[in-house]
């Protein structure tokens, strides 16, 4: 067999072989749309709330002050405890407001007394006046020592009862019901009424102030907007959140606004009321107010992860028309509410916002959009 003839043999096996695999390869599958997970918006009544700093604030305080001087010769709470209006504090050496009181009751008694006497006579002296036994002149003189002898009963009545209050001034009672701090003086101190300390101070808890600062300039925006009709006013109702990030478990509600604006910082100074029954909250702690501002009509809230921003800052959403065709559109994202951009402007109800897969489709490009629950 010639040597061509035999290469022509050997070659084609290997020739039909390479034939063979390729008819048995099949085409590759065209790429079909991407796939991008798709949130439909949706228009609803949004409540509008800010965050607010701070701080508690007794709803009533009081220094307790020694209303008479003397040593003191007992202590009667515990410091740091829980008393009521009335309950005894401090008892002050009393012995000389005693005596005092009653030396006054003593000049009470001889007044009444002369002044018994002393009308007695004036009696007589009119029975006698009228028959002229006795000269006008010493009857006038006997009625107006019996008036003057009245008048000085009355003196020492008041003189009594300013000695008696001296004498209930020696214990000191708690003016207010609350938390009563430590003691300032204790048992043989010398106290006097016009000392500058007090002898403790009482603060009411329950309920408790917190005082919370907001800017004229957002008050005013506020009120504007309540005037035009664009929101609602919203509940009085509030939350709080403690310095740890903790939410309070009790809801409190606003009080008032100061009506002036502070000159320095040019916040208003508003007033919340809050229950607090477990003594958790106490004066001065810092604490974040959430309290409602309005309620926006008709608002469109977009999940924050189909919000991006471009490289000027400006908001910017990726949304599927309905030729399931990418479109970019710029937004105005007002506020965070939750885990949700407040769009004030580019986005509209029924439009579906790319929310998972925006790294993956561009513009104009023809996406399979898929619906992803959204979270409330």
Request: contains cysteine.
């Amino acid at each position: 067999m010639p040597i061509a003839t035999l290469h022509i043999l050997r070659v084609a096996p290997i020739a039909l072989a390479f034939s063979l695999a390729a008819c048995g390869q099949q085409k590759p599958p065209e790429k079909g749309p991407v796939e991008v997970g798709v949130v439909t918006l949706t228009a609803q009544n949004t409540t509008v709330s800010s965050e607010l700093p701070g701080r508690t604030v007794s709803t009533m305080m009081s220094e307790v002050r020694p209303q008479v001087a003397g040593l003191i010769q007992k202590r009667f709470f515990t410091e740091g405890a829980m008393v009521t209006a009335g309950q005894p504090l401090y008892q002050i050496d009393a012995r000389l407001y005693r005596a005092s009181r009653d030396e006054a009751q003593a000049s009470l008694a001889s007044a009444q007394a002369t002044a018994v006497a002393a009308q007695a006579k004036a009696q007589r002296y009119r029975t006698l006046g009228d028959t002229e036994a006795v000269s006008a002149q010493d009857r006038d003189d006997v009625i107006a020592t019996a008036r003057q002898a009245q008048a000085a009963v009355q003196q020492a009545r008041a003189s009594l009862q300013t000695n008696s209050v001296n004498l209930d001034f020696t214990l000191v009672r708690a003016p207010i019901s609350g938390r009563i701090g430590r003691t300032l003086f204790t048992p043989g101190a010398l106290v006097t009424t016009s000392q500058a300390d007090p002898l403790t101070t009482i603060q009411q808890l329950d309920p408790i102030y917190v005082d919370v600062t907001q800017s004229s300039s957002q008050i005013l925006a506020l009120r504007r907007s309540l005037a035009a009709g664009k929101t609602l006013p919203a509940s009085a109702t509030i939350r709080l959140k403690l310095d740890d990030g903790s939410d309070y478990p009790q809801e409190g509600r606003m009080e008032f606004a100061e009506p002036i604006v502070d000159v320095n910082s040019g916040t208003v100074t508003l007033r919340a009321r809050f229950p607090n029954p477990d003594g958790l909250l106490m004066p001065g702690m810092f604490v974040r107010v959430v309290a409602p501002q309005s309620v926006v009509p008709g608002a469109i809230l977009a999940p924050q992860q189909g919000i991006s921003r471009d490289p000027k800052g400006n908001a910017t959403a990726l949304v599927v028309n309905k030729a399931n065709k990418v479109e970019r559109r710029t937004v105005t994202a007002a506020q965070a509410i939750g885990d949700k951009w407040l769009i004030t402007a580019g986005l509209k109800a029924g439009d579906r916002l790319i929310v998972e897969g925006t790294d993956k489709v561009q513009p104009d490009a023809v996406v399979k959009p898929v619906a992803v629950k959204s979270t409330k």
